[in-house]
């Protein structure tokens, strides 16, 4: 059975927003027949329940006032009644009492706080929102300023120290003042642990936050958070007045809207307990408040990481490249709410933007560029190796190519594929054969190879030709008189 909130909501998915009975039913967590009856329904209508007779009916009053005289046990009471005649069994009787016993509320003390004093912050969570293409929980951080109720709202989809830190250090920049003290709850951002009637233990980086800052630490007692019953207050208005019923958009946007919702409405109600509206008590409260400090705080959370062969370091399931020369290494890692930074050392040697998406690859394209040469500059000395080993006098030919200005890598490694071809003893000769024609190219190497490599036919004798006509040939003798006549002169 529903109540009439649950079918005005019903209702208003049906006919103002237009939703299906089965993404109604989805919404709301009921069955889709339910949701369907209720949209068919014209108005909403209690189930009458059938009273049936019960051997406890005689002695329902007697209860009652057994109840309102003191704090009865069940077996007490069952002891009572049937000693007046009551036949029935135990379980029906434990039923009844549970239902009619007197609520005793504890008595608690309204905290008055002066101007400037205190502020209260904590945690509230709402389901899930998108990041990218996974789904991640969604928290939202509350402080106010206890006098003035001023409030900071600012949702985060991690609860980690470095947010937590970020979360404080934003709601100081927004009232432009910080607080004398803040009070928590025994999260362990703020409180290690809480021995019960002892000091609590405080984290030591919240610590020296707190000192940094100027404020103090209050932290609530173990099962006690009505102690800070102003945050809580405020996070039951929030998840009322901005959660309910909000679709709530992309990630980046939300924290915009957050802010509008505090300047716009939050911060300029009339408050039911004080009668004002927080942005104007503000006034009266910021000259109580403490100054904000010249240097702000670094709020990393250092951890020690090391990095994969891959020269990755792994965060929330999502990997993060460091240059390839610290693959394998232990390296820290100091992480904020927005980036990360990499130290080896003191010396930092990546930042990333964070990723609150999962099981992404965040690659450096230097971090890549920076492996492919050192792969590239092995190959070379590799390349380089072979060249020096193939003859005593190829380091002689190496430094007489770079007096050529050259392309050295590009011979040496025409004259090493060589080797490969025709050998290393054949490879030698040609080379020293070069230094006897300063021949110093891989044109040149290759072209005494093949010169050597080419086969030959081997020479025949001699056959003349015996035709008779060819051997009676007569040869004048030459007229030398023409060398005996006196040159003319040019006119």
Not at 334 to 342: E, Q
């Amino acid at each position: 059975m529903i109540d009439y909130e649950l079918y005005a909501r019903i209702k208003h998915y049906h006919e103002q927003k237009g939703l299906t009975p089965a993404q109604i039913a989805k919404e709301l967590q009921l069955d889709p027949r339910t949701v369907g009856k209720w949209l068919e329904a014209k108005q909403f209508h209690q189930r009458k329940s059938v009273t049936r007779p019960s051997k406890l009916d005689p002695f329902k009053d007697t209860i009652v006032r057994m109840l309102e005289e003191h704090p009865y046990t069940a077996v007490q009471v069952l002891r009572s009644i049937k000693e007046q005649g009551y036949t029935g069994g135990s379980s029906i009787l434990k039923e009844y009492i549970s239902k009619v016993r007197p609520k005793r509320s504890r008595a608690f003390l309204s905290l008055a706080f002066a101007p400037g004093e205190c502020a209260q912050v904590d945690w509230g969570n709402h389901g899930s929102i998108q990041v990218g293409d996974s789904r991640r929980n969604l928290s939202f951080f509350v402080m106010v300023l206890c006098y003035s109720r001023m409030m900071y709202l600012e949702f985060t989809v991690s609860q980690s120290m470095e947010h937590f830190l970020a979360c404080h250090q934003n709601a100081f920049d927004a009232f432009g003042a910080v607080p004398r003290k803040i009070m928590v709850d025994n999260l362990k951002c703020a409180v290690l642990k809480h021995p019960y009637g002892q000091k609590p233990v405080l984290n030591p980086k919240y610590l020296d936050f707190a000192k940094h800052w100027g404020f103090e630490i209050s932290a609530c007692g173990v099962r006690k958070p009505h102690e800070k019953g102003r945050v809580e207050n405020a996070i039951g208005y929030v998840k009322k007045n901005l959660l309910a019923g909000l679709e709530l958009p992309d990630y980046r946007a939300i924290n915009h809207y957050a802010r509008h919702w505090c300047r716009a409405t939050a911060n300029v109600r009339i408050h039911a307990q004080t009668g004002k509206k927080p942005v104007d008590m503000l006034e009266e409260e910021r000259e109580h408040l403490l100054p904000l400090p010249v240097n702000t705080y670094d709020i990393g959370v250092l951890t020690q990481v090391r990095a994969s062969s891959q020269f990755r370091i792994t965060l929330e399931s999502n990997r993060y490249s460091v240059p390839a020369r610290y693959a394998g290494k232990r390296l820290t890692l100091k992480t904020y709410p927005d980036r990360l930074c990499i130290y080896d050392g003191n010396n930092l040697v990546a930042r990333h933007v964070r990723s609150f998406d999962k099981k992404r690859d965040i690659e450096d394209p230097d971090h890549v560029q920076e492996f492919i040469v050192q792969r590239r500059a092995a190959r070379d000395q590799q390349l380089f190796s072979r060249f020096l080993a193939l003859s005593p006098r190829a380091k002689d030919y190496f430094f007489e190519l770079e007096k050529k200005h050259l392309n050295i890598k590009h011979h040496v490694q025409k004259i090493v594929a060589l080797s490969e071809i025709y050998g290393s003893e054949a490879v030698s000769r040609a080379m020293d054969d070069a230094f006897t024609y300063s021949a110093f190219s891989c044109e040149y190497v290759a072209n005494i190879l093949e010169q050597r490599a080419r086969t030959m036919p081997a020479p025949g004798a001699l056959h003349l030709t015996r035709r008779e006509d060819l051997l009676d040939i007569e040869v004048k003798d030459p007229d030398l008189s023409i060398y005996d006549k006196p040159k003319e002169k040019n006119p």
